[in-house]
């Protein structure tokens, strides 16, 4: 029998729900307590395959984990989390606000075809967890529009439909503001925007085949320099860094969460030789894999 982390990390639609119950364009909203409360407060960690979700935390405290971080929050508060990413609550029993969960496709369907839809798309890719600020510093009263969210989600109401492709639009602009995200008005920036986000798109759908950073540009269809200059304009950071930052998340969270050795943590992300891979991870993380496994486990073998 294998033990909890020799399983993969699980991958739910909502909470608790396998990944193959998600439908396209699925949208869901509920008080935090809802589902919380089933798990005695504590949401052990997991990620959504397709599902991006936000939290506005309206009254009580806890602590979150996002892959590797760990931090404490108290109301008013912000989480979002896109999919792929590893993340976990310890909610103080009692603690209120809405989770909302969207579906990529629908994400996508809202936002692809804004005039902004570059800067926008960045935004529902990033991961932000933070206080939202007042509602004069974004314009936005957060904690009330996931309120209505959550009422139109039901579908109960005509129109329905529309009502929450216009507020998760509002929703997303909100979490811009708050990120106090940089402007990107002209043409050819929302282009080089647009280049990013099809780069980290790219780097999703192949982390594990080892392609080096000028096959990423000709798929993309653009010189490495061009690519080079949209992901250092959008995240100030290379092609190369942005592609090693993911491969070390995704090391991470295999040594974290699971007991595959080292050597299958490597193959399993491309690498051909473990030996390669470890002095790979040892240059970034100041830590042989190995021992940043036990470092993470606080010091269990």
């Known amino acids: 029998m294998p033990t909890l982390r020799e399983r993969p990390i699980p991958v739910f639609r909502l909470y608790g729900e396998t990944a193959e119950a998600t439908v396209p364009s699925f949208v ?7 589902s919380a409360a089933l798990h005695d ?12 979700q936000g939290l506005v935390v309206t009254s009580g405290h806890g602590a979150l984990s996002l892959d590797a971080s760990r931090e404490e929050f108290s109301a008013p508060w912000l989480v979002w989390v896109p999919s792929g990413v590893v993340h976990a609550f310890s909610f103080r029993p009692g603690t209120d606000g809405v989770v909302l969960s969207l579906a990529d496709d629908f994400l996508a369907a809202v936002l692809d075809p804004d005039a902004e839809a570059a800067r926008l798309r960045v935004t529902a890719e990033a991961t932000f967890s933070g206080r939202p600020g007042s509602p004069e510093e974004i314009d936005l009263d957060l904690a009330r529009l996931v309120e209505t969210l959550m009422r139109e989600a039901a579908g109960a109401l005509p129109g329905a439909a529309s009502a929450v ?7 997303v602009v909100g979490v811009m503001r708050t990120r106090a995200a940089r402007s990107i008005t002209e043409p050819a920036a929302l282009a080089r925007a647009d280049l990013h986000r ?3 798109r790219l780097v999703e759908a192949h982390l594990r085949e080892g392609w080096p950073v000028a096959r990423f540009a000709a798929a993309l269809g653009v010189s490495p320099d061009r690519l080079h200059a949209a992901c250092t304009e959008a995240v100030r950071r290379s092609p190369q860094g942005i592609l090693h930052d993911r491969l070390m998340l995704e090391a ?3 040594l974290v969460y699971t007991t595959l050795p080292v050597s299958k943590v490597a193959f399993d992300l491309g690498f051909n030789d473990p030996a390669y891979f470890s002095r790979f991870f040892a240059a970034r993380a100041g830590l042989s894999p190995a021992s940043f496994r036990r470092a993470s486990r606080g010091g269990e073998t």
Request: hydrophobic share 45%; net charge positive.
């Open 252 to 254: 991470k969270r295999s």
């Open 198 to 200: 099809r780069f980290r």
């Open 165 to 171: 492709a216009a507020l998760v639009k509002l929703l």
């Open 28 to 34: 869901h909203a509920e008080r935090i307590g809802t």
């Open 41 to 52: 407060w504590e949401i052990a960690p997991h990620r959504h395959g397709a599902l991006t």
